[in-house]
Every structure is written in structure tokens, then in C-alpha cells.
Nanobody
Framework: QVELVESGGGLVQAGGSLRLSCVGS????????MGWYRQAPGKRRELVAS???????DYTESVEGRFTISRDARTNTVSLQMNSLKPEDTAVYYC????????????WGQGTQVTVSS
């Protein structure tokens, strides 16, 4: 069983920065795709950024150039550095670990609130 624990959310003014961290239990996550999703009130959960075990990253267009995802295999940690935050970035952010090959696996953290004031 994999457990993901997020930290680092909070309240920040527009233009500010926050860093989210997610620590995973279980060495199996080292081979999994790690990602950050977010869900704003009344909206669907969306993928913000992801990083493969090999370090390949992907970002949703709205955060390109502002957010950076990284992972540390030694500590089973994935981080999301968020700069130049905008009010529309306000959401609950969830850490995710996914394995696409059979048997597929999908784990979620409990979520951390990010609020950006204008």
C-alpha cells in the first residue's frame, strides 16, 4: 500500500510563490509517474504537472513557465514550485502516483489548499 502525504499549501498574494511537497511511502513509487492535480470549486480535477521515473516532465499550458515539478528518488518526494501565482491557481492540490502498465495502480494524497488573493 502506498501513502502520499502533501504539505506546503497556504494563502499567498498574487505574484507570490509557494512550494508543495509530497512524500510517498513504499519504494514502488520510484517506478511510477508522479503528478500534481488540482480541483477548484465547481470544476473538474485537472492535471497540473507530472514527472516520470526518468525525469521527463509535462505541464498544463496555464502553468508553463511558472511551475516546476521535481522528484527525489532517494526520499520518495515530489515537489511543485509555484511562482507568479494567480488567483485562478486557487484550488485544492492533490499529489498522485500512477502506474500505467498492468496491473495499473493509482494513488492519491489527501489534498492541500492553495489560495491566491488578488
Amino acid at each position: 500500500q502506498v501513502e502520499l502525504v502533501e504539505s506546503g499549501g497556504g494563502l499567498v498574494q498574487a505574484g507570490g510563490s509557494l512550494r508543495l511537497s509530497c512524500v510517498g511511502s513504499g519504494n514502488i513509487i520510484r517506478s511510477m509517474i508522479m503528478g500534481w492535480y488540482r480541483q477548484a470549486p465547481g470544476k473538474r480535477r485537472e492535471l497540473v504537472a507530472s514527472v516520470t521515473s526518468g525525469g521527463t516532465t509535462d505541464y498544463t499550458e496555464s502553468v508553463e513557465g511558472r511551475f516546476t515539478i521535481s522528484r527525489d528518488a532517494r526520499t520518495n518526494t515530489v515537489s511543485l514550485q509555484m511562482n507568479s501565482l494567480k488567483p485562478e491557481d486557487t484550488a485544492v492540490y492533490y499529489c498522485n502516483a500512477t502506474r500505467m502498465v498492468t496491473p495499473t495502480l493509482n494513488y492519491w494524497g489527501q489534498g492541500t489548499q492553495v489560495t491566491v488573493s488578488s
